[in-house]
């Protein structure tokens, strides 16, 4: 689950992760209330005005703006909100700013000391553990440094058994040239950051910029947060962090229905029971010559309700050129899942414009694959694997 710059934040703050502090707005007629607490709780005179969606490079794209006294302040927010906000991470068309983050400027005037560097935490699978990166080379122009000078990026693994050390810490203040008192905060940062990233069960946070200001605090002007969804049983409050308008609406509906649904490149729609046997019947498709459009996992009951909402997920994809049901029966027997098949395939009537193929295997299958041949609807029935490969490759052709 990805969050918003301004929850990331609030989240690191009770961490005690030092942030630029601000305040949320959500139609203009709170700006005037909000920037004067803004102002009064930070001191700041100028104040900057942030779009929040779930996409980087926001600053290049017109969605970071400084406000240097009320009239500005207005005209940023009043055009910011409600934009179609374009950076490189964004669809073409865009993303819809519903919210902006009106927060201290914390970069102050005619400062020459001020620093940006770039400060992510992320799981490194293949050395199994977690990973500090980091730059003194932050800021908006990171990708490039990235790419060009790949050299300037630091990595520290963090072993999970011990935690970040100190000398850890030491060496990525280090790195980034610190001394006196920024060497100091840096490590606490450093430090704290950590702790945040693994009480809050994230898989990534990003930084960019962490700001050095000219009397040496440090703290996280940015904040790009991924919390890891498995772990979510564990933080129910963060439920109401979740913010569907910036997600796939197919993952969106898949997810209210409790099915384990991955969006994928191919033409054959598919609608399996278990993970495994999703995983097999992808095979079994390409080695037919398709190409699974979807990996779902319908679950142990596969029931009319499921099945059409399923159904209805898979219809969505314009890819699709057929779809193959493929239910093994165990605790739940085949006869059933078969009648909740004809079911759904009758409320669904016209909408289904795919030939679909039905495999059920094991409790009941020969009374499933009767109910199936005897329904009169246009739906092929195997109990064999070998059928559904022949009636795949028929389809294709
Ligand atoms: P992103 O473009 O989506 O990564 O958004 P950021 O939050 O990183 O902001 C983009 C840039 O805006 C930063 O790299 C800063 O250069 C600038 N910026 C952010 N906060 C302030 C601020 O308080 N004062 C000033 N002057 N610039 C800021
Ligand atoms: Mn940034």
Redesign the pocket.
């Known amino acids: 689950m990805n969050l918003h ?1 301004h929850q990331a934040k609030e989240l690191l703050s009770s961490y005690g992760v030092p942030i ?1 502090r601000g305040m949320v707005v959500e139609n203009i007629d709170q700006l005037q209330s909000i920037s004067q607490e803004v102002k009064k709780n930070t001191g700041s005179e100028w104040l ?1 005005v ?1 779009a929040q969606i779930h996409a ?5 794209g017109g969605g ?1 703006k ?1 406000a240097k006294n009320d009239k500005e302040l207005y005209d940023h927010a009043s055009s910011i909100l409600g934009m179609m906000l374009k950076t490189p991470q964004t669809p073409k068309e865009g993303k819809l700013v519903k919210k902006i983050l009106i ?5 102050y005037p005619g400062d020459s000391e001020t620093q ?1 560097y770039y400060m992510s935490i992320l799981l490194n699978r293949k050395e199994s553990c977690n990973m500090i990166m980091y730059s003194k080379e932050g ?2 122009d990171i990708e490039q440094v990235a790419e060009k000078t790949p050299e300037l990026i630091f990595y520290e693994l963090i072993d999970p058994l011990t935690g970040i050390m100190p000398n850890q810490l030491r060496k990525i203040a280090f790195n980034l040239n610190l001394s006196g008192e920024s060497f100091k905060s840096m490590q606490v940062f450093v430090k704290k950051l950590y702790d945040a990233y693994c009480g809050l069960d994230a898989s990534l946070v990003e930084i ?2 962490v700001l050095k200001t000219s009397d040496n605090k440090i703290l996280a ?2 904040s790009k947060m991924t919390l890891d969804d498995n772990a979510l049983f564990r933080h129910k409050s963060f439920e109401d962090l979740r913010d569907n308008s910036e997600e796939n609406p197919v993952d969106v509906k898949a997810r209210e229905a409790g099915l384990n649904y991955v969006d994928l490149d191919g033409n054959i729609g598919c609608m399996v029971n278990g993970a495994g046997l999703a995983m097999a019947t992808m095979d079994l498709i390409k080695q037919s010559g398709g190409e699974p459009a979807n990996f779902l996992d319908v679950g142990g009951t596969a029931d009319a309700k499921r099945v059409e909402t399923a159904f209805n997920l898979i219809l969505q994809d314009e890819k699709v050129k057929a779809i193959l049901v493929n239910i093994f029966g165990g605790i739940v027997r085949c006869d059933r899942v078969a009648n909740g098949i004809v079911d759904a395939y009758k409320n669904l009537g016209e909408k289904i414009n795919v030939p679909i193929i039905v495999r059920l295997e094991g409790t009941n299958s020969e009374e499933a694959k009767n109910i199936i041949d005897n329904s009169g609807l246009k739906i092929y029935s195997a109990i064999e694997f070998k059928e559904v490969t022949t009636q795949i490759k028929e389809v294709l052709s």
């Open positions: 710059e630029q900057i942030k980087g490079g926001r600053g290049k970071v400084l927060s201290e400027d914390v970069y940006e800021g908006v960019n910029p002007v940015d």
